[in-house]
């Protein structure tokens, strides 16, 4: 392989995609979809720390931001909620394993991983909001020592909607102190686990929790973090991610900006700190 | 300094044509804008030196619509093409000093060490600016409030720094790049004469304090008042020499298609639109706080610079005279 | 200070004083003398902000549209062209008449704000094309009027502009339409300002389904204002505000003109805006309408 010289490297356009190969396509829930992308080659189409982003794109559909759950040597994986009212998202969700999409990326600041390690961790996520959230799970786990006990409050509408069951229910109970605790938020036939919302649990669960980890819907963040507050953790360690309208991905194009921060460049993760000095226009 | 009779104006853009590509400001019925010499010389358009044009020079940088890349989908299959960039350089004549300022701005953007932008680098790299310093400022010109040097152009963008003495202009190279454009130019007088008298802006005020009084300002019921009117149209925007968010967006021919890049504006209520229906920013008074934070606020504490460089041009042609100025004379009390 | 002008501002501070609007909309002096610009009064404290002059141009109602979910009562001053957009509105069911309260203004025609712009300071200024042309400079409707009645100093339709297009031949008005467009930025600032484009959701701000690209060239652009330009068609209500805000000076009159020209002829003469009832040129079907083209 070539290497590349001072020069060529600052001539890398950051808005070209690169092609990715979907190489599998699993299904999570009726909505959303875990795609396995490879480059052409093979390899990891780029490496991404855990919360990261990258743009995904059909060129002549559109082009979107979505977190990166998880990667391995030769592949990264995106998990994609299908909105009726979202073009690119059903486009992806009609698409057949080998097609070849455009990839760029990572994009982000990530989770600040330093900041979790020698801490009792209480992961908090909603729906399709596990996807970012299991990136840091996955690494965690990776770097177990590195890490205090995990407590992990996952919640869906229903036990259809849960992503992610394999983590959930086999692989994750069996990891060292440990613990996988999900909710669905009506009684349904067939479930004999937590019902609820996932903010009513937090306090009961993890209450000796140091660091907390939060990403869901918009509704989820808002009722979770005073929770969090309340249990006595200090701003800087409550960490959620935020979600806007993106196009470029690098800060350039204006539109996902909360006062002077791009959610695209300085988040997607922000503490409960950065959170309370920046508007509320989110 | 060097010099030309402006009645030999044509020869000396004749001579620029033949060395570079030539964008003179001109008036296309009735829009003044940046423009190919050869426009001029067709008489599509008239060259237009009286003031600043509507349209601002940052086409020559970031144009309204730009092909980024071309691509052809083809079943499963996807091939990418990079655009090619210009391969030859680029004289603008005429720019005010507030577009090179607002050209610094537009670095602090496109020309950041992590993201690079290398489409906006190849036209700075290639674009050759000869700023003409303003004699009669209009009134609704406001750049030396804004801290402007009207002497003299922001000295990171401006080639050759050009200078109008009534019956003749005058040249000074500012930049090698400059210099080495004007050493290949003949027929140039030599001068030793003074600067020309610059007639006083009218529009004043003191900025001093402005970033950090609107940080505490956000819920101010000031927006309510400045937002009012607003039609939430993109003509601030796009006229605005500072303005460069841009959408992302699809030209498509069956297989074939091309990516571009095309202005867009925080006053349209798609720019922040999520799919799934969740807008942050709402309603007129979301919008014009955020045009206005960005310009005043936010990209000081990103970058200890204003957006916003005097050039009055919203002022001027805003269609319902939300007045940025009197926003900040408002604000400063 | 003209009489008219104290009267709106002692109209203005009796009707917020009493309770009976909430929100009262005029216009205020701008930055630049030919500046009258829009003004939202809500206290009486604030009603010497209002003016009137030669240069209030600017069509008020369809500010109403952004009152329709607030609690408030809104009291606006009316020309006889913001009276016939105020009257559109309504036909459009785009506000309600309960909450508005429109003070009639007769007027005698406003003067050309670009042109005054491009003059020298003291330079007589002609009045804007739009207002020469206006047929009712009185208040079609209103709840209240101040000042006296003028006489209309147009009784006829011009339409010689578009005589003069209508006469080129084919190469000729393409290309002179082509030219026109080249100029447009595509702002909206004429969609946003015209009181027939009242849409909720407009086709142009979708851009994701396809229906125009976001690319600006000549053919785009013409796709945009021939777009427009139908949409209007029959409920243009001729303030020219859409040529008035344009800031590449496009003459978006014109094709509205022959619109309006072509529905004089195929329909009967049609003025737009004058009452809220009865049947509309172009959204108005009867059984026994000809259906040639079918």
Same mark, same amino acid.
């Given at each position: 392989?070539?290497?590349?010289?001072?020069?060529?490297?600052?001539?890398?356009?950051?808005?070209?995609?690169?092609?990715?190969?979907?190489?599998?396509?699993?299904?999570?829930?009726?909505?959303?979809?875990?795609?396995?992308?490879?480059?052409?080659?093979?390899?990891?189409?780029?490496?991404?720390?855990?919360?990261?982003?990258?743009?995904?794109?059909?060129?002549?559909?559109?082009?979107?931001?979505?977190?990166?759950?998880?990667?391995?040597?030769?592949?990264?994986?995106?998990?994609?909620?299908?909105?009726?009212?979202?073009?690119?998202?059903?486009?992806?969700?009609?698409?057949?394993?080998?097609?070849?999409?455009?990839?760029?990326?990572?994009?982000?600041?990530?989770?600040?991983?330093?900041?979790?390690?020698?801490?009792? $961790?209480?992961? =908090?996520? !909603?729906?399709?909001? +596990?996807?970012?959230?299991?990136?840091? /799970? @996955?690494?965690? *786990?990776?770097?177990?020592?590195?890490?205090?006990?995990?407590?992990?409050?996952?919640?869906?509408?229903?036990?259809?909607?849960?992503?992610?069951?394999?983590?959930?229910?086999?692989?994750?109970?069996?990891?060292?102190?440990?613990?996988?605790?999900?909710?669905?938020?009506?009684?349904?036939?067939?479930?004999?686990?937590?019902?609820?919302?996932?903010?009513?649990?937090?306090?009961?669960?993890?209450?000796?929790?140091? $660091?907390?980890? =939060?990403? !869901?819907?918009?509704? +989820?963040?808002?009722?979770?973090?005073? /929770? @969090?507050?309340? *249990?006595?953790?200090?701003?800087?360690?409550?960490?959620?991610?935020?979600?806007?309208?993106?196009?470029?991905?690098?800060?350039?194009?204006?539109?996902?900006?909360?006062?002077?921060?791009?959610?695209?460049?300085?988040?997607?993760?922000?503490?409960?700190?950065?959170?309370?000095?920046?508007?509320?226009?989110? | 300094?060097?010099?030309?009779?402006?009645?030999?104006?044509?020869?000396?853009?004749?001579?620029?044509?033949?060395?570079?590509?030539?964008?003179?400001?001109?008036?296309?019925?009735?829009?003044?804008?940046?423009?190919?010499?050869?426009?001029?010389?067709?008489?599509?358009?008239?060259?237009?030196?009286?003031?600043?044009?509507?349209?601002?020079?940052?086409?020559?940088?970031?144009?309204?619509?730009?092909?980024?890349?071309?691509?052809?989908?083809?079943?499963?299959?996807?091939?990418?093409?990079?655009?090619?960039?210009?391969?030859?350089?680029?004289?603008?004549?005429?720019?005010?000093?507030?577009?090179?300022?607002?050209?610094?701005?537009?670095?602090?953007?496109?020309?950041?060490?992590?993201?690079?932008?290398?489409?906006?680098?190849?036209?700075?790299?290639?674009?050759?600016?000869?700023?003409?310093?303003?004699?009669?400022?209009?009134?609704?010109?406001?750049?030396?409030?804004?801290?402007?040097?009207?002497?003299?152009?922001?000295?990171?963008?401006?080639?050759?720094?050009?200078?109008?003495?009534?019956?003749?202009?005058?040249?000074?190279?500012?930049?090698?790049?400059?210099?080495?454009?004007?050493?290949?130019?003949?027929?140039?007088?030599?001068?030793?004469?003074?600067?020309?008298?610059?007639?006083?802006?009218?529009?004043?005020?003191?900025?001093?304090?402005?970033?950090?009084?609107?940080?505490?300002?956000?819920?101010?019921?000031?927006?309510?008042?400045?937002?009012?009117?607003?039609?939430?149209?993109?003509?601030?925007?796009?006229?605005?020499?500072?303005?460069?968010?841009?959408?992302?967006?699809?030209?498509?021919?069956?297989?074939?298609?091309?990516?571009?890049?095309?202005?867009?504006?925080?006053?349209?209520?798609?720019?922040?639109?999520?799919?799934?229906?969740?807008?942050?920013?709402?309603?007129?008074?979301?919008?014009?706080?955020?045009?206005?934070?960005?310009?005043?606020?936010?990209?000081?504490?990103?970058?200890?610079?204003?957006?916003?460089?005097?050039?009055?041009?919203?002022?001027?042609?805003?269609?319902?005279?939300?007045?940025?100025?009197?926003?900040?004379?408002?604000?400063?009390? | 200070?003209?009489?008219?002008?104290?009267?709106?501002?002692?109209?203005?501070?009796?009707?917020?004083?009493?309770?009976?609007?909430?929100?009262?909309?005029?216009?205020?002096?701008?930055?630049?003398?030919?500046?009258?610009?829009?003004?939202?009064?809500?206290?009486?404290?604030?009603?010497?902000?209002?003016?009137?002059?030669?240069?209030?141009?600017?069509?008020?109602?369809?500010?109403?549209?952004?009152?329709?979910?607030?609690?408030?009562?809104?009291?606006?001053?009316?020309?006889?062209?913001?009276?016939?957009?105020?009257?559109?509105?309504?036909?459009?069911?785009?506000?309600?008449?309960?909450?508005?309260?429109?003070?009639?203004?007769?007027?005698?025609?406003?003067?050309?704000?670009?042109?005054?712009?491009?003059?020298?300071?003291?330079?007589?200024?002609?009045?804007?094309?739009?207002?020469?042309?206006?047929?009712?400079?009185?208040?079609?409707?209103?709840?209240?009027?101040?000042?006296?009645?003028?006489?209309?100093?147009?009784?006829?339709?011009?339409?010689?502009?578009?005589?003069?297009?209508?006469?080129?031949?084919?190469?000729?008005?393409?290309?002179?339409?082509?030219?026109?467009?080249?100029?447009?930025?595509?702002?909206?600032?004429?969609?946003?300002?015209?009181?027939?484009?009242?849409?909720?959701?407009?086709?142009?701000?979708?851009?994701?389904?396809?229906?125009?690209?976001?690319?600006?060239?000549?053919?785009?652009?013409?796709?945009?204002?021939?777009?427009?330009?139908?949409?209007?068609?029959?409920?243009?209500?001729?303030?020219?505000?859409?040529?008035?805000?344009?800031?590449?000076?496009?003459?978006?009159?014109?094709?509205?003109?022959?619109?309006?020209?072509?529905?004089?002829?195929?329909?009967?003469?049609?003025?737009?805006?004058?009452?809220?009832?009865?049947?509309?040129?172009?959204?108005?079907?009867?059984?026994?309408?000809?259906?040639?083209?079918?």
């Amino acid at each position: 392989m070539k290497t590349a010289s001072a020069s060529d490297v600052k001539r890398i356009n950051n808005l070209v995609p690169k092609i990715g190969v979907v190489k599998e396509i699993l299904d999570e829930t009726p909505d959303v979809k875990t795609f396995r992308i490879s480059t052409p080659e093979g390899e990891r189409p780029f490496t991404p720390m855990p919360g990261q982003l990258g743009m995904y794109s059909l060129p002549a559909v559109g082009e979107a931001m979505f977190s990166v759950t998880n990667y391995g040597d030769d592949y990264i994986d995106m998990s994609i909620k299908k909105y009726n009212d979202g073009v690119l998202t059903s486009v992806l969700h009609a698409m057949e394993e080998g097609q070849e999409v455009g990839i760029r990326g990572p994009y982000g600041n990530g989770f600040p991983i330093d900041q979790f390690k020698g801490k009792d $961790i209480v992961f =908090v996520a !909603g729906g399709i909001g +596990l996807a970012p959230v299991r990136s840091l /799970i @996955l690494y965690c *786990m990776r770097n177990r020592e590195d890490f205090g006990k995990l407590t992990i409050i996952y919640g869906g509408r229903s036990k259809d909607d849960l992503c992610f069951k394999e983590d959930l229910f086999e692989n994750w109970p069996k990891v060292p102190n440990t613990e996988v605790h999900v909710t669905i938020d009506r009684p349904q036939e067939g479930w004999d686990g937590h019902v609820g919302f996932v903010p009513d649990f937090v306090k009961e669960i993890a209450p000796n929790a140091q $660091i907390a980890a =939060v990403c !869901g819907p918009p509704i +989820l963040i808002k009722l979770t973090l005073p /929770i @969090l507050s309340q *249990m006595g953790l200090p701003d800087e360690d409550i960490i959620t991610t935020l979600e806007l309208r993106m196009k470029c991905g690098i800060g350039k194009c204006g539109r996902c900006n909360i006062g002077s921060c791009y959610v695209c460049l300085d988040g997607p993760v922000f503490s409960q700190a950065q959170l309370n000095n920046m508007p509320k226009e989110y | 300094m060097k010099t030309i009779e402006k009645a030999k104006l044509d020869s000396l853009f004749a001579q620029l044509a033949q060395n570079y590509s030539l964008l003179v400001p001109v008036d296309y019925n009735g829009l003044t804008q940046f423009a190919p010499y050869s426009q001029v010389q067709e008489g599509v358009s008239q060259l237009y030196l009286d003031g600043n044009v509507t349209v601002s020079p940052k086409t020559a940088y970031l144009p309204q619509s730009e092909a980024m890349y071309k691509f052809r989908a083809q079943g499963k299959k996807l091939a990418i093409e990079e655009m090619a960039g210009l391969d030859k350089q680029q004289v603008l004549f005429g720019v005010r000093h507030c577009d090179t300022k607002a050209i610094q701005c537009l670095d602090k953007v496109f020309l950041d060490e992590k993201f690079e932008d290398p489409q906006y680098k190849n036209k700075r790299e290639q674009n050759i600016v000869f700023s003409l310093a303003c004699n009669n400022p209009k009134a609704t010109c406001f750049c030396e409030s804004m801290g402007l040097d009207r002497a003299h152009a922001e000295a990171s963008v401006a080639d050759v720094q050009v200078y109008d003495f009534g019956d003749s202009f005058g040249f000074e190279a500012i930049s090698d790049k400059g210099k080495a454009c004007l050493d290949k130019l003949t027929g140039l007088g030599e001068t030793a004469s003074k600067l020309p008298d610059q007639k006083p802006q009218t529009l004043k005020f003191d900025v001093a304090g402005l970033p950090e009084k609107l940080k505490d300002m956000f819920e101010d019921p000031i927006w309510d008042e400045y937002s009012f009117k607003c039609l939430n149209c993109g003509t601030c925007s796009y006229i605005c020499p500072t303005c460069h968010c841009f959408d992302i967006n699809n030209k498509i021919r069956g297989e074939v298609g091309v990516k571009l890049r095309t202005w867009d504006s925080c006053m349209f209520n798609e720019y922040t639109l999520m799919a799934g229906g969740h807008q942050p920013r709402a309603g007129k008074k979301e919008r014009v706080r955020n045009r206005f934070l960005h310009k005043l606020q936010y990209f000081n504490e990103k970058h200890d610079m204003s957006l916003c460089v005097g050039c009055g041009r919203c002022v001027a042609k805003c269609p319902v005279n939300v007045d940025i100025t009197k926003f900040i004379r408002q604000v400063i009390g | 200070m003209s009489d008219i002008q104290s009267e709106m501002r002692a109209t203005a501070k009796q009707l917020l004083e009493s309770g009976e609007a909430t929100v009262v909309i005029g216009w205020e002096k701008g930055t630049m003398p030919y500046n009258s610009t829009p003004v939202m009064i809500r206290s009486a404290a604030d009603v010497d902000k209002l003016i009137w002059d030669e240069y209030c141009q600017q069509n008020l109602s369809t500010y109403l549209i952004d009152f329709i979910y607030t609690e408030d009562k809104v009291a606006i001053f009316a020309k006889g062209c913001d009276t016939r957009a105020y009257n559109r509105l309504i036909q459009d069911k785009r506000i309600s008449a309960d909450k508005c309260i429109v003070i009639g203004v007769p007027c005698s025609g406003m003067k050309s704000a670009k042109a005054a712009a491009k003059l020298p300071e003291g330079a007589e200024v002609p009045m804007s094309k739009a207002c020469k042309e206006c047929r009712y400079p009185n208040p079609v409707v209103f709840d209240r009027k101040i000042g006296q009645d003028v006489t209309p100093w147009c009784t006829e339709k011009d339409f010689s502009d578009v005589e003069a297009i209508e006469a080129m031949d084919q190469d000729a008005k393409a290309a002179f339409w082509k030219e026109q467009y080249t100029k447009c930025i595509r702002c909206y600032a004429c969609r946003n300002i015209c009181p027939a484009c009242n849409c909720t959701n407009c086709i142009f701000d979708q851009s994701a389904s396809g229906w125009q690209s976001k690319d600006i060239n000549a053919s785009e652009n013409q796709f945009y204002g021939v777009t427009r330009a139908f949409h209007v068609a029959g409920r243009c209500i001729e303030c020219g505000q859409c040529e008035m805000v344009c800031p590449s000076d496009v003459p978006i009159m014109l094709m509205n003109k022959k619109f309006i020209k072509d529905i004089d002829t195929l329909f009967g003469a049609y003025e737009a805006g004058l009452e809220t009832e009865g049947p509309v040129p172009l959204s108005h079907y009867e059984v026994s309408d000809p259906e040639e083209f079918m």
